[in-house]
């Protein structure tokens, strides 16, 4: 102590505390000044366009999508405006904004291994989950069992499921026809994509669409995550010290980090649940027997027992179950919308699915079948790029071998990251971009370049596990939904700006003000 403080005024000298908190301040304002000196003039990043501000510190990120909400992709859009395509966006991360770069960075296990950007995903409290895990091989293996279940064939299989489900959300609708009952639509379509991944996951599980206002928790819940994602990701420690504070303070100090424990205390229930059905080693035969359910099967899986942790597991299902819901739902809930918005659309598109609808729900139309309907795959399409599916720029690190682009060489280890945003938003691919025009996927107005810019689901070794059950999902229940003869809903006192986002909070959101897609049901 004396010899930290013998270069101070005798007046501090006499108070060591005190002479520690300067020495403590000091020392940080050194190690900031230090940072960004290395960040601007040393980084493997220094030599790239962007601002300095932006290279220099995660406060400038951090204040325009904390403080104000979600809107630091249009700083960023307007970054590559003045900078070019490749441009600095934080002190870790480039931004590209050229279709053309699209594939060389979002790469299958082929080409090279990719790595995910923890800084990015750090704080969310999913640890150990395949989607957020940073290293290529150690995610390959994560995601691997996962696959069956969300492959082509796996979703074929899940085809009953899909049925019985929107089906109960028909009915639904049908109980409220003509009563001038007010539904949130957005609520109702969580619900449904809530039940899908949820059966999913765990084969019994409460019904959120049994719920007299279709379980509006949930959907809080899940929102409740989206808009803290922003606050956990610049300041990771606050969910590890929640853990540790009790409950009643929690609530009063951070009841943002209460939803994390409310989940997490309800997949780890569901793991236990699916773990006191194991089988012996010499049982387990994949192709033989049928597991009920996701989790049932990756706990009789071949995984090691490292991998089968209760708390991993239940990260997982979080990731699934988060995703898999809020996806779909935003999705259907954009489309549907925007259809109700546009009698054209919804005449059209009627008059399509009228054929494979006529028997419904005695016969179910075949994913198949639906697949091979042209104004209703340019429906889900639309939707798909209108409402983006992600988007904010999504980052991924080579980790061995340097990334050329134009003029730049990317060193192995930076991570870089593209936006759907910025590529569904393309005016050099896309006519009247912020407009929703199925019309523009037929055969007489198709571009090829819009399915290259087309990237809701992601591409390369990293891209969305859930593709194939979403499309399958959403072409039935537009079908459903829109069907001769079926309930036929209206927009009540909503309109597409209750849809349209213009938040990114990762996932995008419409205005925050939004009082939901109300709808009635005549």
Known sequence: MDSLTSYLPPMLQAHPVASLAIIGAVSYIIHGIGLVIYRLYFSPLAGFPGPKIAAATHWYEFYYNFWLQGKYIYQIEKMHQKYGPIVRINPGILCINDPEAYDEIYVSEAKRKTNNYQPFSQGLGFDGSHFLTEEHDLHRRRRKPLEPFFSRSGVLRLQPLLAETIEKLDSRFTQAKGTGSVIRLDHAFFAMSGDVVGKLCWAEKEDFLDEPNFSPGWYNLIHSIIKSIYLFQMFPWIAQAANSLPKFLIARLLPQALVFDDFDKMTLRNVSIAKQARLDKSERDPFRRKYPSLFHWIVNSEMPESELDDQRLANEAQVIMSAGS?????????????????????????????????????????????????????????????????????????????????????????????????????????????????????????????????????????????????????????????????????????????????????????????????????
């Not at 925007?338 to 028997?359: C, D, F, N, Q, Y």
């Not at 988007?391 to 936006?419: C, F, N, T």
């Not at 810019?453 to 829109?482: D, H, I, K, T």
Request: hydrophobic content about 40%; glycine content about 4%.
């Open 326 to 522: 809020t996806s779909t739902a935003r999705t259907l809930s954009h489309i549907t919308c925007h259809i109700l918005s546009r009698p054209e659309i919804r005449k059209r598109l009627g008059v399509e699915v009228a054929p494979v609808m006529t028997e419904w729900p005695a016969k179910v139309p075949t994913w198949v079948e639906l697949e091979e309907l042209p104004y209703l795959q340019a429906c889900i399409k639309e939707g798909l790029r209108h409402s983006y599916a992600v988007m904010h720029p999504l980052p991924r690190v080579s980790p061995d071998v340097p990334i050329e682009y134009k003029q730049w060489m990317i060193p192995a280890g930076v991570a870089v990251a593209m936006s759907p945003y910025l590529m569904h938003t393309d005016t050099s691919v896309y006519s009247k971009p912020f407009e929703f025009m199925p019309e523009r996927w037929l055969d007489e107005n198709f571009n090829p370049n819009m399915m290259r810019n087309f990237v809701p689901f992601a591409r390369g070794s990293r891209r969305c596990l859930g593709q194939n059950l979403a499309m399958a999902e959403l072409s039935l229940a537009l079908a459903v939904f829109f069907r001769p003869g079926g309930p036929r809903l209206e927009l009540f006192e909503s309109d597409t700006s209750d849809t349209n986002h213009v938040h990114d909070y990762v996932v995008p959101l419409p205005r925050l003000n939004t009082k939901g897609i109300r709808v009635t049901v005549n």
